[in-house]
């Protein structure tokens, strides 16, 4: 008899339960999250055991491929999905969440998430790094820019880095002047580390012939290039290039029921930062290119029509199309296409 288990992945223990293909349950209990522990508990399982899962997450990724290095049938299931079948439960506990985990391997009503590899997940984290630099620098920015605005101030750049440019700076308070000045040195540094991560992307697009590849598509640079190789990493995985636009979420959501059917926005599913940053890239292909493209003249034929936000996500849509692509054929960009 075939035997399931779930994992419902914390911190510091990870609850287990193993339920066999009639749905009995054969063990509940909780193991330090680490591989070797998990291992230990589900060793007299191991001939019987068809597959183990666990939530998608920061920590169960790194969990899956130590458990598939221990030659363990893991998989990570998709959180979106599996989190709709886990609210059935009424109490919300670690062991109930992995016993429900293991009943939905058991009935096959699951999506499998995929699993990036070690070098993927290092490349994302140095993207997210120089997001949220950028993100903190501009919260900053604005409180200091309010701050100066109350005494006819305003932040203006003096070289490579920021300074207060004021007539009246001496009415500022001394507590509000500590702080504007304290703000200031905080967002220099961030934008000198924020320049230095952008090197680095710079110099690993570069360095990467697929990365090559796609920016030589008008608009698209060497971060979104780098964005979307770190993301899709393995273009195999898709069936269709049409599929890689839905996966970003950049398709529309359709709703049907009866004789009602309508098509709303995008899903926004996905990676945000590959999806803005492939919005930003077809802003620039309809506004500052001068590529003779189809999709371009398409594109801006239809901001004319329904307006230019509109036109930038179609254009987005259908440029993760042709990215994946290019990647699959391992053909450089053909304006004539």
Not at 189 to 207: I, K, M, T, Y
Request: hydrophobic share 40%.
């Amino acid at each position: 008899m075939k035997a399931y288990a779930g994992l419902d992945v914390a911190d510091k223990t990870t609850a287990i339960c193993v339920v066999s293909s009639d749905g009995e349950t054969l063990l509940e209990t909780s193991a330090n999250t680490d591989a070797g522990a998990i291992s230990q508990v589900l060793k007299p399982y191991r001939r019987s055991l068809a597959q183990v899962a666990c939530e998608s997450g920061n920590k169960s990724m790194w969990l899956a491929r130590e458990m598939l290095r221990k030659k363990w049938p893991m998989i990570c299931l998709d959180a979106f999905h599996t989190h709709s079948a886990l609210r059935a439960s009424i109490n919300k506990t670690d062991a109930n969440d992995a016993r429900g985990i293991a009943e939905v391997l058991c009935r096959g009503i699951y999506t499998v998430a995929y699993i990036r590899s070690e070098q993927s997940q290092a490349w994302r984290t140095i993207l997210l790094h120089r997001k949220a630099m950028l993100r903190k620098r501009l919260e900053l920015s604005l409180l200091a820019s309010g701050i100066l605005k109350q005494v006819g101030g305003k932040l203006m750049r003096d070289g490579d880095t920021l300074a207060v440019v004021s007539q009246k700076r001496r009415k500022l308070d001394p507590t509000m002047r500590a702080v504007l000045e304290s703000s200031i040195a905080v967002m220099n540094v961030l934008q000198v580390e924020h320049e230095r991560l952008d090197a680095v992307v710079v110099r690993l697009a570069n360095a990467d012939p697929v990365c090559r590849r796609l920016m030589t598509i008008p608009g698209v640079g060497p971060v979104t290039a780098f964005a979307y190789r770190t993301a899709v990493e393995n273009p195999s995985r898709f069936a269709s290039s049409r599929l890689v636009a839905a996966y970003f979420g950049l398709t529309p959501r359709v709703y049907q029921s009866g004789e009602r059917s309508h098509t709303g926005a995008i899903s926004k599913r996905g990676d945000l930062e590959v999806r803005s940053l492939l919005y930003q890239s077809a802003g620039s292909l309809i506004n500052v290119c001068k590529t003779p493209w189809r999709l371009r003249t398409w594109a801006k034929e239809l901001a004319k029509r329904k307006g230019f936000k509109l036109a930038a996500i179609a254009c987005a849509r259908r440029l993760a199309v042709v990215m994946h692509r290019m990647w699959v054929t391992e053909r450089d960009f053909d304006p004539g296409k």
